[in-house]
């Protein structure tokens, strides 16, 4: 059992280290960091129970289980802790924080959900969940983040779009890998495989984004980008 903990929560680790490393200014408090990945590894219980009661009491199309069963049920729940969790606090005072905060989240709730998956179809299956679910679950929290701290610091319309998206394109990208995974078999790392390089190619463009962006801590001068 403990080789399956490690096996499950070591990737989580390693990228949620790689992404708060990378905040160039000012690192979060790594109690609040462990509090909001708690809170990460929690919302996997409540979410299971709904999910399996979904699918046991509907037979419902492979679309709708990615895309609203999974899609749209994890990364509401997720964003709306991440909300109420970090983005109201006061540490969280810098746009990079979001992807900090949400990143932490996403792979609390990456890390339990590996230990059940490994746990009941073995270890052997650990490259390929910290590959694709792990990685995922990280890269959906940067852009989440990305935008949650982009809404932070603005006002008005623009604060409302940048929320939106905070939400919207996560259940859009959760959505689009849990259809590839449930469409796909024999191919799917033909499918698979520039689909996550698109998003890792998205996430850190939106990590260096988040760098320069406009804060106490950087160059007045600086750009920011959408």
């Given amino acids: 059992m403990l080789a399956v903990i490690s096996a499950a929560v070591a990737p989580a680790i390693a990228l949620l280290s790689f992404f708060y490393l990378k905040d160039k200014y000012e690192t979060e408090p790594l109690s609040l960091v462990v ?17 399996f009661g979904i699918t046991e009491e509907m037979n419902v199309p ?8 999974s899609g749209t049920l994890e ?20 746009p ?8 932490a989240l996403s792979l609390g709730f990456a890390s ?7 746990y009941t179809f073995g270890i052997e299956e650990a490259l390929v969940r910290a590959l694709l679910p792990v990685s995922g679950h990280a890269l959906f929290g940067v852009i989440m983040g990305f935008y949650l701290g982009k809404g ?8 409302k779009i940048y929320l939106t998206l905070s939400l919207l394109l996560p259940v859009v990208l959760h959505g689009t890998f849990n259809f590839l995974l449930l469409s796909s078999t024999k191919y799917i790392f033909f499918y698979m495989f520039p689909f996550m390089i698109f998003l890792w190619w998205f996430a850190l463009r939106k990590v260096r984004i988040a760098n320069t962006a406009i804060t106490p801590y950087t160059n007045p001068d600086a750009k920011t980008g959408i």
């Fill in 35 to 51: 509090k909001v990945y708690i809170f990460g590894v929690l919302l996997v219980f409540p979410i299971m129970v709904i999910q």
């Fill in 75 to 94: 990364e509401f729940f997720k964003w709306f802790l991440v909300f109420y969790g970090a983005y109201l606090h006061e540490e969280f005072n810098e």
């Fill in 152 to 159: 932070k610091f603005s006002t008005g319309r623009r604060k």
């Fill in 112 to 118: 339990l959900e590996n230990i059940f998956y490994l």
């Fill in 96 to 103: 990079y924080d979001g992807i900090v905060y949400a990143t």
């Fill in 62 to 69: 492979s679309f709708v289980e990615a895309f609203f069963v």
